[in-house]
């Protein structure tokens, strides 16, 4: 389907899956194969460690920057072009023993694999309309628990049989059978003319700044969740890793269809935001009671856990459609890749900062630290600038019916018509 062609709006929400699962694989797998890494290659846990974060680091420094380049040169390019450039180093990855090449090669692979997530969204956005935006977007992000919990259970038993170039080699296969299917199915989606705002004007830059500020606190439960759910249920609850892994990853299963029925949901309802203020007020009550639960050590502590892991996963799930909705249309990928930026910097320095709060005050604190985000970023969500865009002014539209060149006078028949 390659061409001029418009492809099957579900074929392209397929295609996008695939491709967004490779690229984050080419970078989540290193913090599976930590202990084959150091193995083979005589590393510290303290220089394994930063690698991965060497890889976790070029993927957000070039996440704008993919999504500057799908608004140019359009998003088949942009996810086939990184998909191959990152097999690429892989490859040399797997060619070579050498620290300071290893470090090399994954920081590049880092940045060429966040070619796949702003365009990916932005095709998938420009392909359905608002009516079927949020489950669209919702079905695609579940590429991301989807891809991880294959990993988890791929990765680390082909690094210990056949060794780290077997398994980077075939990631970087991975990596070219997605860029295939992006060339040949992918295509450039027609633009939807049913903006979520009237005439698709992009909103005001104060209500962008608004809106990256929100995803940037409701982000950060999620981000401190995913990362300490284990550490506190083994350290201060005595389960088992295994158990403790097992508990993480139901819940983020769980978040496979939950996503979607939310944005269902949305498309169904209109709103985005209201929705998301809800799960932002829902969450900050979970996280209080948790604390509660820690502090007390009652036994429903680790069921409220995975209620948080869920709901705080679910609820951010709108967040790239909301920014699709207020972004202009030509400069679509650069927005959400702000979104992406703000998000993986949070997920980046959150943890850290909270790991320094946990040393020194316990989780309780930082989970009470942490239920203080969603009720800043709920508050902070600009729910009455996506109400004025789908519910304008009588008075804005006539003026945007002139502006368009039909007279004032005509605009009402026009609209009938």
């Given at each position: 389907m390659a061409g001029d062609a418009a492809p099957n709006r579900w074929v392209l929400l397929a295609v996008s899956l695939v491709a967004w699962a490779a690229g984050a694989t080419a970078v989540f797998q290193l913090s599976l194969v930590l202990p084959a890494l150091r193995a083979e290659t005589g590393m510290s846990l303290?220089?394994?460690?930063?690698?991965?974060?060497?890889?976790?680091?070029?993927?957000?420094?070039?996440?704008?920057?993919?999504?500057?380049?799908?608004?140019?040169?359009?998003?088949?390019?942009?996810?086939?072009?990184?998909?191959?450039?990152?097999?690429?180093?892989?490859?040399?990855?797997?060619?070579?023993?050498?620290?300071?090449?290893?470090?090399?090669?994954?920081?590049?692979?880092?940045?060429?694999?966040?070619?796949?997530?702003?365009?990916?969204?932005?095709?998938?956005?420009r392909g359905f309309p608002a009516r079927q935006r949020a489950l669209a977007l919702g079905l695609t992000q579940t590429s991301t628990p989807l891809s991880s919990a294959l990993a988890a259970a791929v990765v680390p038993g082909v690094a210990a049989r056949q060794g780290l170039p077997a398994l980077w080699l075939g990631v970087a296969g991975l990596c070219v059978l997605a860029a295939a299917l992006v060339l040949v199915f992918g295509g450039q989606p027609r633009a939807e003319s049913d903006r979520s705002g009237p005439a698709g004007e992009p909103a005001a830059p104060a209500v962008m700044a608004r809106m990256y500020g929100a995803c940037a606190l409701l982000v950060l439960p999620q981000s401190a969740l995913l990362t300490f759910t284990v550490s506190y249920l083994v350290d201060d609850r005595g389960w088992t890793p295994a158990g403790a892994g097992w508990l993480l990853s139901g819940g983020l299963l769980l978040t496979v269809l939950t996503r979607p029925v939310l944005g269902h949901l949305s498309d169904r309802g209109g709103s985005r935001?209201?929705?998301?203020?809800?799960?932002?007020?829902?969450?900050?009550?979970?996280?209080?009671?948790?604390?509660?639960?820690?502090?007390?050590?009652?036994?429903?502590?680790?069921?409220?856990?995975?209620?948080?892991?869920?709901?705080?996963?679910?609820?951010?799930?709108?967040?790239?459609?909301?920014?699709?909705?207020?972004?202009?249309?030509?400069?679509?990928?650069?927005?959400?890749?702000?979104?992406?930026?703000?998000?993986?910097?949070?997920?980046?320095?959150?943890?850290?900062?909270?790991?320094?709060?946990?040393?020194t005050a316990g989780y309780a604190a930082a989970f009470a630290a942490v239920a203080v985000a969603p009720v800043a970023g709920g508050a902070l969500l600009p729910v009455g600038a996506e109400r004025r865009r789908q519910h304008p002014h009588p008075r804005q539209q006539c003026s945007r019916s002139s502006a368009d060149g039909v007279p004032v006078s005509m605009a009402w028949w026009t609209r009938r018509r």
């Open positions: 303290a220089l394994a460690g930063a690698l991965v974060g060497t890889a976790n680091g070029g993927l957000t420094v070039a996440l704008l920057g993919w999504g500057v380049f799908a608004d140019r040169f359009g998003d088949r390019r942009a996810m086939a072009t990184g998909l191959v450039l990152c097999a690429g180093c892989l490859c040399a990855a797997a060619g070579t023993r050498s620290v300071p090449v290893l470090f090399g090669a994954f920081a590049l692979a880092g940045v060429t694999a966040a070619a796949v997530y702003a365009p990916s969204g932005r095709s998938v956005v935001l209201g929705l998301m203020r809800a799960f932002a007020v829902g969450n900050a009550v979970v996280l209080a009671l948790l604390v509660a639960g820690v502090l007390s050590g009652t036994g429903w502590a680790p069921a409220a856990l995975l209620i948080a892991c869920v709901s705080t996963v679910t609820g951010y799930g709108l967040a790239s459609t909301a920014v699709a909705g207020f972004a202009a249309h030509a400069r679509l990928g650069r927005a959400l890749g702000i979104q992406h930026t703000v998000q993986s910097l949070v997920a980046t320095a959150g943890p850290v900062l909270l790991g320094g709060l946990i040393g």
